[in-house]
């Protein structure tokens, strides 16, 4: 015989409008998960149903999480965990706007890059830093080797967005 967690796994899924990280946790209340879990598909749940950029933003991360050495078929470093885990911390504390004009790649180097559509402007996230620039009136703008930190990072990427 089945138990609870198998049954409710092989349970066909229910789409459920959801508007609320509210609605979301009351949808899983009923999961055999811990807490944490929880409280972590909730927040997936909100974000892919309500927050379509940040949500595109999380599946390139996890994509990129799986580049192996040679993506690029010229010897490419996969992308560094650490790096990987800045760029999701920053994720965690923005808004879906914050994302909207940025497309964000893979660098060679382990690192990431993010480029606006909207200005010439792009961010390359390392372990440890970032480095940005802005080209304005022909003129390049901007810092490198700056330390890494969700808020200052967050805080550049919307002063290159206006």
Not at 124 to 140: I, N, P, Q, T
Request: aromatic content about 8%; cysteine-free; proline content about 3%.
């Amino acid at each position: 015989m089945e138990d609870d967690v198998t049954m409710k796994v092989s349970e066909p899924a229910v789409a459920y409008p959801m508007t609320s990280y509210v609605d979301a946790m009351a949808m899983i209340h009923t999961m055999h998960l811990s807490r944490e879990d929880k409280e972590r598909v909730g927040r997936r749940l909100v974000i892919e149903t309500t927050e379509a950029n940040l949500s595109n933003a999380f599946e390139t991360l996890e994509h990129l999480s799986t580049l192996q050495y040679g993506w690029d078929g010229e010897g490419a470093l996969p992308i560094s965990k650490k790096v990987l885990n800045n760029l999701r911390s920053v994720l965690l504390i923005s808004d879906d706007a914050d994302w909207a004009e940025w497309m964000i790649s893979p660098d060679g180097n382990a690192t990431i890059m993010l480029q606006s559509s909207k200005r010439r402007a792009s961010i390359s996230v390392g372990a440890d830093e970032f480095s940005y620039y802005l080209k304005v009136d022909g003129k390049r703008e901007g810092e490198s080797h700056v330390d890494f930190s969700a808020p200052k990072f967050l805080s550049i990427m919307r002063e290159l967005n206006k």
